[in-house]
Nanobody, 120 residues
């Protein structure tokens, strides 16, 4: 059973870069067919997909966030990371990492979620 755990800040100031790490256990991030995702949920709104990194390192981004987003990985630590630059209060949300084992947009495993507030 794959398990994911996020780590990151709870409070970020406007214009700064938000950085998160997702540590995966119970499976390798290089396992073929897996996609590793970042998703967020702003207060009172639905889930928003931010981007993903495939098992081979290829990355895919939400076009609306692409200019500010970077997803990378550290295979030696079995981790993948999110960086979101130039944040504004509109980036306040609960951030999740999630695994998709087949590229089918079914997220079978989730991190616990971390609340991030962007405020000065």
């Amino acid at each position: 059973q794959v398990q994911l755990q996020e780590s990151g800040p709870g409070l970020v100031k406007p214009s700064q870069t938000l950085s998160f790490t997702c540590t995966v256990s119970g499976g390798s991030i290089t396992t073929k067919s897996y996609y590793w995702n970042w998703i967020r949920q702003p207060p009172g709104k639905g889930l928003e997909w931010i981007g993903r990194i495939r098992y081979d390192g290829n990355t895919y981004y939400n076009p609306s966030l692409k200019s500010r987003t970077s997803i990378s990985r550290d295979t030696s630590r079995n981790q993948f990371t999110l960086q979101l630059s130039s944040v504004t209060p509109e980036d306040t949300a609960v951030y999740y990492c999630a695994g998709d084992s087949r590229g089918s947009w079914y997220f079978g495993s989730w991190g616990q979620g971390t609340q991030v507030t962007v405020s000065s």
